[in-house]
């Protein structure tokens, strides 16, 4: 083979790998190079190999990553829980409305994240009219309230990202042969066990592209614990962003930007290994 | 078969894009390489004064001038012919300071002319060599115009690089149906308003008030002092007393209803719809605070900037953004134009606060020994 047909697939990767370097390796370079820094911001941050900034990071924000563990965790699961029964609406009884509900479900993503978390706070407001609804149901306490509760923070999470639930599983349920839904019927199995033992099973990579999307993002979030939470709601964001902006502790912030980085890296793999399908180990395309 | 070869002949050739990779990001570290923070170590500049043209880029709080059609700006650029860029985007002075603090460090400005941000910030920013001097001489109209009581505070005795936009105090802002009993910063910790009550994240603002209420004096309060006051915050967080910490939103906060009082500023009448809204001087003292015109190191155009602040001084511009944004301005004359005009602002204590009505106020101020103090702090506010 000659050298420029070798070369090819590398001239093809070449935009990507471009992409990477600039947007992904020289950043996680630097900030690697800060967390390594020791000083102050009036002496200077002398890079000294500081090593300790790892667990100097992690001292008293323990409280602050099991909490956003506990939010994160929740809003997947409920997000969960709210998009597979949507997404199966729309692939499979919607009709003719079904680009119209795909629409719908996109559609918030014209307005500002910000905006509609703020929006929220209008919503959820103590005097508004969801709340009172609510304390006549002895949902909440009458002197009760839903702004500025962990409940707040973890429906902004949950709403938030639910899109990003509902779309892989949409793309997932859409492909799937009825056919075998039919066989499975066919062989005598109920709805019920045909779901569970067909349409579950082969739905899996939907589910966890759909967990992935929302569970990463929502633990790194801060917007929707700073909008919609009170005091005692803080997530590991707000701390990496209280440590940068508010007390210029660089190294920490990095540090402990490197470490939450590392501890989803980890909690990622291992729910793949376990939970995961082909899908992400790259033997999907083999099924065909 | 032929997938398999070409894979093992690639093999050399992937190492070589890791290693061409590696040596691009060390190659690009090296450009921005060196050390962070420590201040910027080239020497004092002072403002170059000049011809009062071209762009000028105003970075400040909201709602601090009438940016609209007929407002102070248009005004400005009509007269001079300056085309101003007017960004309001001070929400915080240390977030503020945070983003922009590795531009500064480069001595660049991020192509901003003028900042806005209060005393202590003003100070700080100065100790690191991010700013520059300004020539008393440049200014005529500012220094015939600035209030006595203005002229020499003690984080700038000679105001060699600041410049007072406007002046503010920190008190109660009650919910006077709610809560008509709120008068003191001690009435926050009250069970009855579990909550209900929201204070402001700025550590110089939120906890010398909360010392003159347990009657400490935060001009002559210890580390100790800011750490037990720090601490009974903290108590009041965690027990649900305090519903968040905000920076200028707590005025949201209150026009929806959902709190009865905050710590908050003393002009932001404007920015609350709840006609029930009323701030209240502390019984035993209120926070007294300018927000400051500076000009950082790297600024384009500093002769526009001066031009700006020269032009802001003439009593009757001064005036016009009294009656906009109800804080205190550092500008004499104010007061005699306003009564002419026949406005309530020109009796209003907020606006023209008299000794006596801030007899027991402090100046913000730093801690001794900020760094644990601001841990502290953060910790209660991250908690």
């Not at chain 1, 829980?81 to 949507?86: D, E, Q």
């Not at chain 2, 906890?207 to 003159?212: A, K, Q």
């Not at chain 2, 600024?299 to 009294?322: R, S």
């Amino acid at each position: 083979m000659s050298l420029r047909q070798r070369l090819v697939p590398y001239g093809l990767l070449g935009p990507g790998l471009l992409w990477l370097v600039v947007f992904f390796v020289v950043p996680m370079y630097f900030m690697g190079e800060l967390a390594l820094r020791s000083g102050s911001l009036t002496s200077g941050y002398t890079f000294d190999w500081a090593w300790s900034n790892f667990p100097d990071s992690l001292s008293g924000h323990t409280e602050q990553i099991g909490r956003s563990f506990l939010f994160a965790g929740t809003a997947t699961i409920l997000a969960l829980l709210i998009a597979y029964p949507l997404a199966y609406a729309i692939a499979f009884r919607a009709g003719r409305y079904r680009s119209l509900l795909l629409f719908a479900v996109i559609a918030p993503f014209f307005t500002t994240y910000l905006i509609r978390t703020i929006a929220w706070k209008t919503i959820l407001s103590d005097s508004s009219p969801l709340v009172s609804v609510l304390q006549t149901l002895a949902l909440v306490p009458p002197d009760g309230r839903v702004l500025a509760t962990s409940g707040a923070v973890i429906a902004g999470l949950t709403y938030n990202f639910l899109p990003f639930m509902v779309l892989p599983l949409y793309a997932n349920l859409e492909r799937l042969d009825l056919r075998l839904v039919e066989a499975a019927k066919d062989l005598y199995s109920s709805s019920r066990q045909a779901f569970v033992r067909v349409t579950l099973p082969l739905t899996m990579p939907g589910i966890v592209a759909g967990v992935l999307l929302t569970f990463i993002p929502a633990f790194g979030d801060y917007i929707n614990a700073q909008i919609l939470g009170g005091t005692q709601q803080a997530m590991v964001g707000n701390v990496i962003q209280s440590l940068y902006l508010n007390q210029r502790n660089y190294p920490e912030a990095a540090a402990l930007s490197f470490l939450m980085m590392a501890l989803i890296l980890v909690v990622v793999s291992v729910y793949i290994r376990f939970a995961g399908t082909g899908a992400f180990m790259g033997s999907e395309g083999e099924e065909d | 078969m032929r997938d398999q070869g070409s894979r093992k002949d690639a093999r050399p050739l992937a190492v070589a894009v890791a290693v061409a990779i590696v040596a691009l990001a060390l190659g690009l570290s090296a450009c921005g390489g060196g050390t962070v923070g420590g201040g910027n170590d080239e020497e004092v500049t002072t403002a170059k004064a000049g011809d009062v043209a071209g762009a000028l880029t105003i970075s400040t709080w909201p709602g601090y001038v009438d940016p609209g059609k007929n407002g102070t700006v248009a005004e400005f650029e009509k007269k001079t012919g300056v085309k101003v860029d007017y960004i309001e985007d001070v929400n915080e002075n240390e977030a503020f300071f945070g983003k922009l603090q590795p531009q500064l460090e480069q001595g660049q400005s991020g192509g901003r002319s003028i900042f806005v941000v209060t005393d202590w910030m003003a100070k700080q920013m100065y100790d690191l060599g991010y700013l520059q001097e300004i020539d008393h001489n440049d200014l005529p109209t500012v220094f015939e115009n600035l209030l006595p009581t203005l002229q020499s505070p003690s984080f700038d005795p000679e105001r060699k690089f600041s410049v007072p936009w406007q002046s503010g105090m920190g008190g109660i802002w009650v919910d006077t149906a709610k809560a008509p009993g709120i008068r003191s910063v001690n009435d926050l910790f009250d069970p009855k308003y579990k909550g209900k009550v929201t204070m402001l994240g700025e550590l110089r603002e939120t906890v010398p008030l909360v010392m003159l209420a347990e009657g400490v004096d935060p001009v002559e309060a210890t580390n100790e002092d800011w750490l037990n006051a720090v601490d009974r915050i903290g108590k009041a967080a965690e027990s649900g007393q305090i519903r968040r910490f905000t920076g200028n939103d707590y005025t949201e906060d209150l026009t929806a209803g959902n709190i009865v009082a905050a710590i908050g500023w003393s002009g932001d009448a404007s920015l609350i719809e709840n006609p029930n809204a009323e701030w209240r001087m502390p019984t035993q003292g209120c926070s007294l605070w300018s927000d400051n015109m500076v000009i950082p190191v790297g600024a384009p155009n500093t002769a526009a900037a001066l031009g700006w602040m020269d032009f802001a001084y003439q009593p009757e511009v001064a005036v016009d953004v009294t009656e906009y944004v109800e804080y205190i301005s550092p500008v004499e004359g104010v007061q005699d134009i306003l009564r002419e005009r026949g406005s309530e602002l020109a009796e209003s204590e907020l606006t023209f606060p008299s000794a006596e009505f801030t007899r027991n106020c402090t100046d913000q101020d730093s801690p001794p020994d900020l760094e644990p103090v601001n841990e502290a702090w953060q910790a209660v506010i991250t908690g």
